[in-house]
């Protein structure tokens, strides 16, 4: 957990490339989720349900694990992004890392406020656990996205 608070606050101090913010975000996120060699995506879709919630929440874990392995791998745009004009993809990116800041910001608040769910996350061991038995329902204090999306304002950089 405090690599994974380490690389939010590297979030919160990036100011240059929303890919860069999207990307620490991602990896603070992970270090809640334990992310399985090979089942990254799938598996972070089905556990940011636990720390957010909003319409189309899958679609947009979706995307934005993309976008993160977008960032990680300096790739060109992801073949399974290109419904994304490229005219909108600065907005899309920017959008998706305000987006898995309000996540990580969530999750991190839930963990840490909660003494069972921060012992829940101390070890590795324990996360497994966690993940294990977890049915799936939001936490407390889970980031609504649809109610974020109102105040949501685009920034170029």
């Known amino acids: 957990m405090k690599r994974g608070i380490y690389r939010l606050t590297r979030g919160w101090r990036e100011e240059e490339y929303f890919g860069d913010r999207l990307h620490e975000f991602v990896r603070a996120l992970d270090g809640l989720m334990l992310l399985a060699k090979g089942q990254g995506e799938a598996e972070f879709v089905s ?83 966690f993940w294990a038995s977890e049915t799936g329902h939001p936490l407390d204090g889970a980031a609504d996205l649809d109610a974020f999306s109102a105040v949501y304002q685009f920034r170029e950089w």
Request: no cysteine.
């Open 47 to 129: 556990r940011v349900t636990s720390f957010a919630k909003g319409k189309r929440i899958d679609d947009i874990a979706r995307e934005i694990y993309r976008l993160r392995s977008f960032n990680e791998h300096l790739s060109d745009w992801p073949s399974e992004l290109a419904y994304v004009k490229e005219t909108d993809r600065d907005r899309l990116l920017s959008e998706r890392s305000f987006q898995a800041e309000l996540i990580a910001g969530a999750a991190y608040r839930s963990v840490l406020a909660d003494p069972i769910l921060r012992e829940s996350f101390r070890r590795d061991i324990d996360i497994s656990a």
